[in-house]
């Protein structure tokens, strides 16, 4: 069948289409095949795996120095988020990239800004044995788990064998898959609840299909499921100004090719409330600064204030419920709380 | 019989082949079946995964026929396939053990899988990209000529809205694509329009990205996943048909042997049932030949204990007369001048009685073994048996008469038969002296011949005395046999009887004796009417 509509469709089908979209409306198109979807319960996951996973997210003693733990940047208690332009790593370092949130990270169709890591396992690595963040080792971790009769009886119970590097992403990874944050007002919304949004929530979704932000933030996780450029419509560095990063490159650094230069993971708008500051280099403080530049680089479009208020009014509609698994949360601050 | 053996012979035959042919066919069936058990299941994985590899090509299209943006579902039939890549179906041995010697090859096949796979998801991300930035500028434009009331403007945006759609529908147009870079290099920005500015920007934006998404979707279509799929699949089938149709050459092969095999050994068998058949009627044959030959050396050995025995007696019988003739002789010897002429004579006569006995029994003996060795010839004619008989009594008469018995002949008619006179007369010699021997004082020997059933003539002799004891009846006839009653100094060789028998017997008939009710004791010979030429039967 693939052979079948290898075969472009013809122009007047194309035409018809596209017409229809554009007189009828396009909200019609939208709102008839909705591009957003509802949360789900994430599939339930072996108790004995998250409290290990938990335990492993929470704990500092896995960097060189026993001061930097996942949570140190992706902070439970605030929104899976450190809240800094870019996180501090061990010994004070400052790293690269605006840190994501841990929450319905599971929903990313890649993990980091450039999608290097395929998978939350491959990514759990990352932060670990990066230098800048954790600069441990597996040599360090393992001895550290090894150590902690604690740790040793989870490994036990969760695995029933001894702790090993794939042993250990695959516990953080699968804590990670429980942090689904369900049951916010748009999914509340979606699933039949007419009086989940206000009325100005509903103007700024119903703006924001027709402003076309929905072509890059749509799907489960409201965003990504796709790699898109920065800077359609207009150069967003130079806008920006400032030094250019070593993160502004994108995803070039992955493939090396020029056309995925400034090419970076559309990222989820979840729970995009609690995440400040926002873009892969923290550049936009607030939501209103968040919305106003990418209308202006992605879509050239300049937004009055009253759009941007109700898109705004939207995205904070996008807030879910912490799940139950991320509790109980770490005792201790982070070690360099901003 | 021998029909019926042959025919059954065959149908176990065609049974015995038709029982290993099913055996065959089974085991084939079997073995095909496990083999057709992981055909199916990797059938399921490849159809599964082009399936997949379909549906992103369709969810492709959907996207940019529909527009709609259905991403997510183009992420996760992604990940679907590149599954495949890690986690493809191992190739199995029939008994489901994992098959190393067609595994590099199936790596290969799965590499190449993987990496087409990942060209395709890469042009699949370029899709995405692209598409996303088309529709925003295709939904930008309507919603400027909406708002904007500047006809100029308006209708700008409407023609470049339009050339655009065209364009859209036909990328490799280059005749539409000159028209529409025309257009745009006229709607240059202009900054007295921010508007005509945007729009223009739209335009050349959503121009772009139709190319880089027709360039993606050549890409996303382009047939290499489904050619590696196709290839992978056939790294495993090319496989499994080899052995499958080697296999079942083979065992084909394998059940034709049996059943051939099979036919030998059922043949193989039948001919060792019928041979030990056979056997066993040769045994049986064997057997019964091997106790006639028993049998004969039983009689042999018998013979020979009997001529042991005969020897044993007739030497004892042959010494006492010689004793008593040379002891009488020296006795004459010694005794010459002082003994009287009495008693001279009664030395004589000693002798002479000695010497006379010593004659009988060798006659006798010589008698019997010539009757034995079947030398003697006879002369059978037709004779009458009455008048032998009568020529034997008138013989004996003197003899009866000194013992005070009477011989009387019951019947006078004659008797005819075929015998030799001479050797019946010696039989009825034998018979009558004895019975004359054996009678009380006073009593009659009757004598009573008659023609019986057959022609057959019987004479019987019959006496009173003291009888012939019912155990002895046989034996009597044996030689040196003499019935336990015989008076000591009865004389006879014990031979008698023996002679009569074998002459009787020689002649064909029967010679037997036995008692009355009344302790009279019969003898009874009988002779047939013709000659019969009989061996000796035994005994």
Redesign the interface.
Known sequence: ???L??RR?S?????F???L??VAG?ES?FTS?F?F?ALTAPHAQNADTVELGRKLFNDPRLSKTGTVSCSSCHNLASGGVDHLVFSRGEGGQIGDVNSPTVFNSSLN?RQFWNGRADSLEEQAAGPILNPKEMASSWDHVLGVIAGDPEYVRLFKKAFGEPAKPKLVTSAIAIFEKTLVTENSPLDRYINGDSTALTSQQITGLKKFQ?L?C???H????IGG?????VG??EDYFKLRGGKPLASDVGRYAVTGRE?DRH?FKVPSLRNVESTAPYFHDGSARTLEEAVTTMARV????RLSPEDIKVLVAFLKSLTGKIPATAFPLPTRTPAHAD | MQTKFRFSRLKIILIGAALLATIGAVMLMKDLQNEQTTHQATVTDFLTARHYNHLLNETVLRSRTFLTDDYDSLVSISGDLSLYCTEGPTPTNPNGTFDAGRWPDVMNAREKFCEALRKKLDSVERFKSANSILKNALHYLPELIAQTRDPVIRSVSTSGFNLLLRYAADPMSSEIRDEFESFLRQTRPDRRSVLQAEAAMHLQTGAKALQARGAAEADVFHPRVEDAILKLQSTYFRHDNERAQGSSRGRAFLVLACAFLGLITVGTFLKIHRDSLLLADLNLDLESKVKVILAECDRAEKANLAKSVFLANMSHELRTPMHGILSFARFGQQKIETATKERLKSYFDEIYESGFRLMALLNDVLDLSKLESGKIEYSPKANDLSETVRLVTSEMCAFSTEMGLRVEMLTHLPVFASFDNMRIMQVVRNILSNAIKFSERGSVVEIKIEKIANGTASCRVTNRGVGIPDSELESIFEKFIQSSKTKSGAGGTGLGLAICREIIHQHGGKIWAESGPTGETHFTFELPETPVESHRKAA
């Open positions: 069948m693939g052979i509509f290898a469709p122009g007047l089908s194309v035409l289409s596209m017409v979209a554009a396009v198109a095949d591009p979807q169709f027709k076309g929905i072509s890059c749509q799907g489960k996780g499921n796709m790699f898109q450029r359609l419509a056309e090419v992605q879509l050239g479009r």
